[in-house]
């Protein structure tokens, strides 16, 4: 059985910072390419950036130069480090491990960006 537990999540003001962790059980880290989503209130979910088991990583536009991911082989955990954090980050962040065809989803952890 494989679980994903995010971490990290909570309320930062305009230009801070927050990394959120994902830890991964189970025997897929070392074959999964691992990526995080958002999700905001009234919008789709959306990818924020992922990284291959080869630790190739590709972001989206929007937090390009700020986020960036990385991963743990040592510790089944993937990270993504946030800075510079705009109210537009606000969501729900969920991790993802993607192996061939199987998906397997984190329950989400919430990112509150306010003054």
């Known amino acids: 059985q494989v679980q994903l537990v995010e971490s990290g999540g909570g309320l930062v003001e305009p230009g801070g910072s927050l990394r959120l962790s994902c830890a991964a059980s189970?025997?897929?880290?070392?074959?999964?390419?691992m990526g995080w989503y958002r999700q905001a209130p009234g919008k789709q979910r959306e990818l924020v950036a992922d990284?291959?088991?080869?630790?190739?990583?590709n972001y989206a536009n929007s937090v390009k130069g700020r986020f960036t991911i990385s991963r743990d082989s040592a510790k089944n955990t993937v990270h993504l480090q946030m800075s510079s954090l705009k109210p537009e980050d606000t969501a729900v962040y969920y991790c993802?491990?993607?192996?061939?065809?199987?998906?397997?989803w984190g329950q989400g952890t919430q990112v509150t960006v306010s003054s």
């Open positions: 990284i291959t088991t080869g630790g190739s990583t």
């Open positions: 993802k491990a993607a192996v061939w065809i199987s998906t397997y």
């Open positions: 189970g025997s897929i880290f070392s074959r999964a390419v």
